[in-house]
């Protein structure tokens, strides 16, 4: 049973295409994120959703854009894909009530932009 | 506002011997202080974290990591290191009053056979 799970894993696409990775956890937390990690390993928060609502929205390109239906999922949407694109996208969630709480990571998307 | 950082890119030992990884943070309020683990083309693991209380928290596959107030550090450490611990290890901290954790650069351990 995987916890917080995201797909597709690999993600090959080029320049000035649309794409979404999907995102899903199974352990009723409330609070989700998206993650980029780059080149050297540096991780950034992109956006954190809590209860469905948009809680964080780092300086991330316009052409990024989350979507939550419901607690459980948040997809990113990228909209004219460009090589600056290409990383690695973590998805994680965290139930935010309880103090203290640790993150789950989903396993990670590779995006490369051709 | 929180940041933390991880003076060293990478942290060499050999099997067997004694390992540390660095963390200082800082944070406005209190502090929760979190390590993870990731190894190649994996999501993050987490190891163990610190609330409150002891200062000295034990986690997974028998690492530990030690609060320090007065320096605003959480290294980890881990008495007896072995090959499968090398890997990359981020420290995060979140101020009590915020959602969202802030990590590290992290630090690629290598553990020499």
């Known amino acids: 049973d995987t916890a917080v799970s995201q797909t597709p894993k690999y993600l090959v696409t080029q320049m000035g295409n649309d794409k979404s990775i999907k995102c899903e956890q199974n352990?009723?937390?409330?609070?989700m994120y998206w993650y980029k990690q780059d080149s050297k390993k540096f991780l950034k928060i992109m956006f954190s959703?809590?209860?469905?609502?948009?809680?964080i929205n780092e300086t991330v390109p316009n052409r990024f854009s989350p979507k939550s239906p419901d607690k459980a999922h948040l997809n990113l949407h990228i909209n004219s894909l460009e090589l600056g694109d290409s990383a690695v996208y973590f998805c994680?969630?965290?139930?935010f009530g309880q103090g203290g709480a640790e993150a789950f990571f989903g396993q990670g998307t590779r995006l490369t932009v051709v | 506002a929180q940041s933390v950082a991880q003076p060293e890119d990478q942290v060499n030992v050999a099997e067997g011997n004694p390992l540390t990884v660095k963390c200082t943070y800082s944070?406005?309020?209190?502090?929760?202080l979190f390590w993870y683990v990731q190894y190649p083309n994996r999501g993050l693991q987490f190891l163990l974290k610190y609330i409150t209380g002891d200062n000295l928290v034990k986690g997974s596959y028998g690492f530990e990591a030690e609060f320090n107030k007065s320096q605003t550090s959480f290294h980890l450490k881990k008495p007896s290191a072995l090959v499968s611990d090398s890997a990359l290890y981020f420290c995060a901290v979140r101020d009590i009053r915020s959602y969202i954790p802030t990590f590290g650069r992290g630090t690629s351990l290598i553990v020499h056979p």
């Open positions: 352990l009723g937390h409330d609070t």
């Open positions: 994680a969630s965290s139930q």
């Open positions: 944070v406005s309020g209190n502090p929760y």
């Open positions: 959703y809590n209860n469905k609502e948009l809680i």
